[in-house]
Each structure stands twice: as structure tokens, then as C-alpha cells.
């Protein structure tokens, strides 16, 4: 039990700093770590704990919850529109909101690899098997995100 | 060129023949040189916590469905471990001596007649179960660790199954998994 605490301790701001990233969102970002965490309790206890099996259940809960919300597109709009936004205004520290909001406008892919890369501690090894793809690859794509992101947030600046 | 070098050395994932092209392009080539530290600064902001408060979450770590019985008959004992382990705590815990300065010894006891292991974690330990040792036939647990003057958090683990707070200390917090740690602060022995 105290190993998964350490384990806990040690993947919990990796965990989030991913969501974050991922979601741009506070609030979906504590919800879906939340779940991950009782999820990887719940059936992986008693294995060897590995943050790559982590990261991919909550890469699924990520899918699963957008998956749900798509036949409901209007009111996710609205959502993040209104509310969310308040609630991360509070949560977010104001230089920051800028660099979330370019992470947003990278296509999924290459929002998924860059949280990934930046926030999750796994090598690109592990990126590259959880995301299906080549280690060769993996390295391109890592960049070619980080490049994307550059030039979103110069135009930012304009 | 082989621009991804940049990403493999802003993420520690060069080998040692990437490393000497890595260097070698940056001497040579200044728009990779400046890519190199954009993409770095860039990173510093990426990297931050970007948050003003990390998020509650309770994860049901040491709720077992025993806990419900467990806790009733817990309850009882609890109360004559605080009281026993008080009295303890008169007869046992001496001030500490002093080993160097800024280092201090801290005895850690717990009356538990009826287990088979008793072990702390805490901050102190990196959260990694630390046994404590019988003391005869008592019924009292204890360990002796060497502390800086500092505030800690902590609590007893008792037989792999049960995390309990110090009984003898008042202060105590709600930890992450429902479960409650007790804070002490060590400073000089006088």
C-alpha cells in the first residue's frame, strides 16, 4: 500500500501537468487524474507499477470523454465558453493561460506527444509505444510539435 | 539537418554520438544554435507548474471493506493505546540527546499489544515504511531516527493493512487517501 503511495507522490504532478496540457482545462484535468488513479488501484495494485500504465488509462478516460461529448458539441461549447473558463481563470496563473490556449490549437497528435514529452517523465521509448509509434518517429513528431507550438505562440504576439 | 536533435537534447534522450553532432551543429550553424534556445525558453514556460494550487484527490487507498467492523473494534483500543502510550510517552521519551548540530534523535512509540508489525512512514522516510522494533514483552513498538529540526508528517502502518495517526500527537492533517497523518515539530533538545 505505502509502495503505491510512493508511486502516488512521485506521478501526481507528472500526471496532472499532462492533463493540464492536454485538456487546457483545471478542472476535467483533477477530474480525470482522480479516475486514473482509482482506476490503476482498483485492477493494477498488485502489479509492478509502471507510470506508463498510467498515462495510458488516462489517455483512454481522456478518449472515453471526448468520445461522450462529441453528440454534444454545442454544450461542451458553451461549457468551456462560460463556466470553465471562470472557474480556470482562479486556477491557472495568468502568464500561463497564453501557452495552454496555443497547446489547444496544435492538432490532437501533436498536443497528445507534446504533454507527453513535457510533463510526463516517460522516455520516448514509452511515448513511442503508447502512442503506436515508431521510436524513429516519435523523436520527428516530438520536435515537429514544439516547432508548431513556437510559431503559434509568435503569431500570438503579433 | 537533423533538427529533432534540439527536442533529444531539451528532453535528455541523446546518445553519446548525437551529443558530439548535437555540439558540433550548434558551433556551426547559429540558426540551429538560436532554434536551440528558443525551443529552450520556450520550454521553461512549458515545463512551470502553471497552476496556483495543485487539486484535491482522494483516492480510497487504505479503504478496505473491513474498515467499517475494523474501526469499531479499533475504536476502544484506541482510546486505552492514547491513554497507555501517554503514560508511555512519561516513562519513555526522554529529550533526545543531541548528535550534531542541526541533527537530532527522535524515539517514535506506539502501544500495540495485539499486531505482529508495526512500521512509520513519512516525509522523513520518503513515505517508505520504516519497521519499529518490540520492546520486550510490553506491548510498546518503537524506533529511534535521526531527525533535522524541522516540521514532519507521519503516521503508523500497522500489520501491511492499517494506517493509523500517532495517538500521542494532537496535531494531525487529512492526507490524499482518506487516511490522516500526524505532524510533529523537532527542534533542540533542551
Same mark, same amino acid.
Given at each position: 500500500? %505505502?509502495?503505491?503511495?510512493?508511486?502516488?507522490?512521485?506521478?501526481?504532478?507528472?500526471?496532472?501537468?499532462?492533463?493540464?496540457?492536454?485538456?487546457? %482545462?483545471?478542472?476535467?484535468?483533477?477530474?480525470?487524474?482522480?479516475?486514473?488513479?482509482?482506476?490503476?488501484?482498483?485492477?493494477?495494485?498488485?502489479?509492478?507499477?509502471?507510470?506508463? *500504465?498510467?498515462?495510458?488509462?488516462?489517455?483512454? *478516460?481522456?478518449?472515453?470523454?471526448?468520445?461522450? %461529448?462529441?453528440?454534444?458539441?454545442?454544450?461542451?461549447?458553451?461549457?468551456?465558453?462560460?463556466?470553465?473558463?471562470?472557474?480556470?481563470?482562479?486556477?491557472?496563473?495568468?502568464?500561463?493561460?497564453?501557452?495552454?490556449?496555443?497547446?489547444?490549437?496544435?492538432?490532437?497528435?501533436?498536443?497528445?506527444? *507534446?504533454? *507527453?514529452?513535457?510533463?510526463?517523465?516517460?522516455?520516448?521509448?514509452?511515448?513511442?509505444?503508447?502512442?503506436?509509434?515508431?521510436?524513429? %518517429?516519435?523523436?520527428?513528431?516530438?520536435?515537429?510539435?514544439?516547432?508548431?507550438?513556437?510559431?503559434?505562440?509568435?503569431?500570438?504576439?503579433? | 539537418?537533423?533538427?529533432?536533435?534540439?527536442?533529444?537534447?531539451?528532453?535528455?534522450?541523446?546518445?553519446?554520438?548525437?551529443?558530439?553532432?548535437? &555540439? +558540433?551543429?550548434?558551433?556551426?550553424?547559429?540558426?540551429?544554435?538560436? $532554434?536551440?534556445?528558443?525551443?529552450?525558453?520556450? +520550454?521553461?514556460?512549458?515545463?512551470?507548474?502553471?497552476?496556483?494550487?495543485?487539486?484535491?484527490?482522494?483516492?480510497?487507498?487504505? /479503504?478496505?471493506?473491513? #474498515?467499517?467492523?475494523? /474501526?469499531?473494534?479499533?475504536?476502544?483500543?484506541?482510546?486505552?493505546?492514547?491513554?497507555?502510550?501517554?503514560?508511555?510517552?512519561?516513562?519513555?521519551?526522554?529529550?533526545?540527546?543531541?548528535?550534531?548540530?542541526?541533527?537530532?534523535?527522535? /524515539?517514535?512509540?506506539?502501544?500495540?499489544?495485539?499486531?505482529?508489525?508495526? +512500521?512509520? &512512514?513519512?516525509?522523513? #522516510?520518503?513515505?517508505?515504511?520504516?519497521?519499529? +522494533?518490540?520492546?520486550?514483552?510490553?506491548?510498546?513498538?518503537?524506533?529511534?531516527?535521526?531527525?533535522?529540526?524541522?516540521?514532519? /508528517?507521519?503516521?503508523?502502518?500497522?500489520?501491511?493493512?492499517?494506517?493509523?495517526?500517532?495517538?500521542?500527537?494532537?496535531?494531525? $492533517?487529512?492526507?490524499?487517501?482518506?487516511?490522516?497523518?500526524?505532524?510533529?515539530?523537532?527542534?533542540?533538545?533542551?
Amino acid at each position: 500500500m %505505502n509502495t503505491f503511495r510512493k508511486f502516488y507522490t512521485e506521478n501526481k504532478e507528472r500526471l496532472f501537468g499532462y492533463l493540464l496540457r492536454k485538456t487546457g %482545462n483545471y478542472h476535467l484535468a483533477a477530474d480525470i487524474m482522480q479516475e486514473s488513479f482509482t482506476r490503476y488501484l482498483e485492477r493494477y495494485k498488485d502489479r509492478d507499477q509502471s507510470p506508463a *500504465l498510467l498515462f495510458t488509462i488516462s489517455r483512454n *478516460l481522456l478518449y472515453d470523454h471526448a468520445r461522450k %461529448n462529441r453528440y454534444d458539441a454545442s454544450y461542451e461549447e458553451e461549457q468551456h465558453g462560460s463556466e470553465l473558463d471562470q472557474e480556470n481563470a482562479y486556477s491557472i496563473k495568468e502568464e500561463y493561460k497564453r501557452v495552454l490556449r496555443a497547446i489547444q490549437q496544435l492538432d490532437d497528435e501533436a498536443q497528445d506527444i *507534446l504533454a *507527453l514529452a513535457v510533463s510526463s517523465g516517460l522516455s520516448y521509448r514509452e511515448i513511442a509505444d503508447m502512442t503506436g509509434n515508431s521510436e524513429a %518517429n516519435i523523436k520527428v513528431k516530438i520536435h515537429r510539435s514544439r516547432v508548431k507550438l513556437k510559431k503559434i505562440l509568435q503569431q500570438d504576439q503579433l | 539537418m537533423k533538427d529533432y536533435l534540439i527536442s533529444m537534447f531539451v528532453d535528455n534522450e541523446l546518445n553519446l554520438d548525437e551529443k558530439i553532432e548535437f &555540439v +558540433e551543429t550548434v558551433h556551426k550553424n547559429k540558426p540551429f544554435k538560436d $532554434e536551440t534556445v528558443e525551443l529552450l525558453d520556450q +520550454e521553461k514556460l512549458l515545463q512551470s507548474s502553471m497552476v496556483t494550487a495543485m487539486p484535491e484527490v482522494r483516492t480510497p487507498v487504505y /479503504r478496505t471493506e473491513k #474498515t467499517g467492523l475494523f /474501526r469499531l473494534m479499533f475504536t476502544p483500543i484506541a482510546g486505552f493505546a492514547t491513554a497507555m502510550t501517554l503514560v508511555a510517552a512519561f516513562f519513555l521519551l526522554r529529550p533526545a540527546p543531541v548528535i550534531s548540530p542541526g541533527e537530532l534523535q527522535h /524515539r517514535f512509540v506506539i502501544y500495540n499489544p495485539d499486531v505482529s508489525k508495526t +512500521e512509520i &512512514v513519512g516525509d522523513f #522516510t520518503r513515505w517508505n515504511p520504516v519497521p519499529l +522494533e518490540k520492546v520486550g514483552d510490553s506491548g510498546y513498538w518503537s524506533v529511534t531516527l535521526k531527525l533535522e529540526a524541522g516540521e514532519y /508528517r507521519y503516521s503508523y502502518l500497522i500489520d501491511n493493512n492499517r494506517q493509523i495517526a500517532d495517538p500521542t500527537v494532537l496535531t494531525h $492533517e487529512q492526507d490524499d487517501f482518506g487516511g490522516k497523518n500526524s505532524i510533529i515539530k523537532v527542534t533542540t533538545a533542551i
